[in-house]
């Protein structure tokens, strides 16, 4: 998400830094922006002067006192609650005093990721859609203490990356993945409960309802760890037994098949066609 974000954002012209965990991360990522943006020239959505300006504008942080000019920091690491509030709050002292901070989070609460910076009025949630480059739609999301003019502020820098908001208010999983999760979940469900096969649920969602990519193979591509903190994030915060993680979706992920990022899920992707493996 971190990259796809970045890409946009650099391509709309704005100055960014990018910061991971090691050094190593931030060249892959650099790299796929480079095969993402070559893809976008040879289809004529950008000119390779536009990808090589917006490539020149992404620049490698080393740690986060990199950003104590920046004006916005979004951070967009994995769905762990508990990982996001360690990175804020060894963040905000880097931070100058009006700077804006943005949470990429799918499911978690805006309010309390707010609560443990020094700079609750001045956060908001930007969830970017995956692929970040592909998708138009951006969830905006204020937490209780949010301000108007950090709300305008967000929505108008969104806008300029030619992306189009959709405003959800602070309930686990806002609107996108609030109703999406469920149905891969139940779909899951279908798996275990011996309904129908792998290619039976995603041939039946793809055919029968209009769905560009059935269930579990878009749960392959989010990631079954990620499907499985959301519903969790559901679960407890909505305590309703609705949104129970399928016991099938648990052992996926603690057998580290999480899909395409992992080369297993609900399908194998190690060969040259994906083959179910249920």
């Not at 989070?105 to 969830?127: C, K, M, N, W, Y």
Request: some cysteine; proline content about 5%; aromatic content about 6%.
């Amino acid at each position: 998400m971190g990259n796809g974000i970045a890409h946009v954002v650099s391509l709309s012209g704005y100055n960014v830094l990018l910061h991971d965990i090691s050094r190593e991360r931030v060249e892959t990522a650099l790299a796929t922006m480079n095969g993402n943006m070559s893809r976008q020239v040879h289809r004529g959505k950008i000119t390779e002067e536009d990808r090589d300006s917006a490539l020149a504008r992404i620049r490698y942080a080393p740690a986060v006192d990199a950003f104590n000019e920046a004006d916005l920091v979004i951070e967009a690491a994995t769905e762990d609650e508990d990982v996001k509030r360690k990175i804020l709050i060894a963040l905000c002292p880097q931070l100058k005093p009006h700077t804006l901070i943005g949470s990429n989070t799918s499911s978690i609460s805006i309010t309390r990721l707010a609560a443990v910076t020094d700079r609750p009025e001045q956060f908001i949630g930007l969830h970017f859609m995956n692929p970040v480059p592909v998708m138009e739609l951006v969830e905006m999301i204020r937490g209780i203490a949010t301000d108007e003019s950090t709300f305008h502020t967000a929505r108008h820098f969104v806008e300029t990356l030619n992306k189009t908001v959709t405003v959800a208010e602070d309930f686990p999983a806002f609107i996108v993945n609030r109703i999406l999760l469920p149905m891969v979940n139940e779909a899951v469900y279908t798996l275990y409960e011996g309904v129908g096969s792998v290619e039976a649920i995603d041939l039946a969602m793809r055919l029968g309802a209009r769905h560009p990519m059935g269930p579990l193979q878009l749960a392959d591509f989010i990631g079954l760890d990620t499907c499985l903190s959301v519903m969790q994030v559901l679960y407890e915060g909505l305590a309703d037994t609705k949104y129970r993680p399928c016991p099938l979706l648990v052992k996926y992920v603690e057998a580290g098949w999480l899909g395409r990022k992992t080369q297993r899920g609900f399908y194998d992707y190690r060969g040259e066609v994906p083959v179910p493996t249920r």
